[in-house]
């Protein structure tokens, strides 16, 4: 992006070469386009730009237009490239841990940054059984809120986290005790951790389920991660494991639990919470669960 403002005075002049066709990839639905135009798809094609909850919020997006008979069946994710623009923007903000990140951990200093792309199929119940598809799991509820707290910073009470996953839980018809494993936002940085860790404390009433940040393993692949974690919920539901949360030491101590630290295999995933939360405040929680 830095690269590209420099040859923007050549791009408008009518004599621009094909050098600069990638100019045109800048467009934050270029892929999603992309992906149509090779799938020959020809029906309701958009792109949601939420920053690290844009793939949470295309799946809820897609679920929705399933749930209200627009679409039989939908192809959501997202997908987030590596660039300078992006590795000087995180540190300039001051949150990049130049070690392995250490989510949810007292000594947690920052994020990495992750490259990464996911995309799933949804559809409806009727869509799938007409093709016996195998279903994988059900999006149970979801939910979105914003805090408006800061650009950057999540609320220090984890408020509009707390109200993404309550309105999921809501939607879902289940009770926060049914819900086996969250996949944590996690990032690492000390803004986050903690004010997540204080959200779930809220929504679970101090009884924490099982969870962990899988971004111990992928670092935080940005728009692309709610669809990671989505496939990484789903596949937990599947063959009943839990990932654990890598580089944990010590627990935060104003929540004093902590996350799932080594893999849990052979325990029965009925219902996963998958939390995205971005810049701006922008919070959404997905529910997956087992198909019935």
Known sequence: MCSSEDLYLDFVNENYNNNLEYINTHDCGDSTEKIAENLGLKGFITTISTACSSSANAIMLGSRLIKNNIADRVIVGGTDALSKFTLNGFNTLMILDRELCKPFDENRVGLNIGEAAAFLVIESENSCKSRNAKIYCEIKGYGNANDAFHQTASSPDGFGASMAMQKALVMSGLTSEMIDYVNVHGTGTPNNDLSEGKALATVFNNKIP?????????????????A?????????????????????????????????????????INNVLSNSFGFGGNNTSLIFSKAE
């Not at 099982?210 to 971004?215: H, Q």
């Open 210 to 226: 099982y969870f962990s940040s899988t971004k111990s393993f992928t670092g935080h692949t940005l728009g692309a991660a709610g």
């Open 228 to 268: 990671v974690e989505a496939v990484i919920s789903t596949l937990a539901i599947n063959y009943n494991f839990i990932p654990p949360n890598l580089n944990f030491q010590n627990s935060i101590v104003e929540l004093g639990f902590k996350p799932v630290t080594k893999l849990m295999k052979d325990i029965k």
